[in-house]
């Protein structure tokens, strides 16, 4: 049976469909209108009762939250060559990357893009965003860092981990504190996205990057 993607354009999807399309998955992609509250209607809570996107559904299976829904469909397709063979020391680089990036770096262009989500008082929201700012400034350079000498993050060959590194770099261009301005984070981005799956997925998304 295909996987069910379910996304929003532009949005946390971004990742896990650019994986799907360099599987070359079966796969369904169901688009919510995040303005429209589409993400909250009661069916699609059942799915995912954090009201967000995205959520993969494959089969009996249901997985929220963006890095895991791209581990997921990597590890059904072993031998799409995303992912490092497990217990390796790139599948430890492998994981690393994709915590962090989820935990730490998604987390602080969170906290800038929408600080009323920590900040219910008005007052305080430009203090969140100055914080962030500051978060964002060394997560980057850390990932700068990470990419230093090799194309991407675990070496010579793609990994999941690079599809969701570019996604977070795409929403950096709006950012203060953006990814592109850093030599190889750029080079990076310009590297994901002249990959045809990737290209097929902004394509779909209507998602464009004027990198220069
Ligand atoms: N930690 C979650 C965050 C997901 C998330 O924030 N999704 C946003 C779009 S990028 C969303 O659905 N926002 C709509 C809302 O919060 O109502 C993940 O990585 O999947």
Known sequence: MAMRLYGAKGAGSMAVHAALEEIGADYDF??????????????????NPNGRV?????GDVVVFEG????????????????????????RGEYYKWLVWMTNTLQESGGAWAHPENWAPDEATRPKVRAAAEARLGRHWDMAEA??????????????GADLFLFMLAYWSRG???????RPNL???????MARPAVARMMAAEGAEWELG
């Open 67 to 90: 890095a895991a829904c791209l581990m997921h469909a990597i590890d059904r397709h072993p031998d799409c060559g995303l992912a490092p063979e497990p217990g390796t020391a790139e």
């Open 54 to 58: 995205p959520t993969l559904v494959d």
């Open 146 to 159: 990470g990419l230093a000498g090799r194309p991407y993050l675990l070496g010579e060959s793609p990994s």
């Open 186 to 192: 750029a080079a990076h981005a310009r590297r994901v």
């Open 30 to 47: 169901t688009l919510l209108d995040l303005a429209k509250g589409e993400q909250k209607a009661p069916e699609y809570l059942a799915l």
């Open 175 to 181: 950012y203060p504190v953006r990814a592109q301005d």
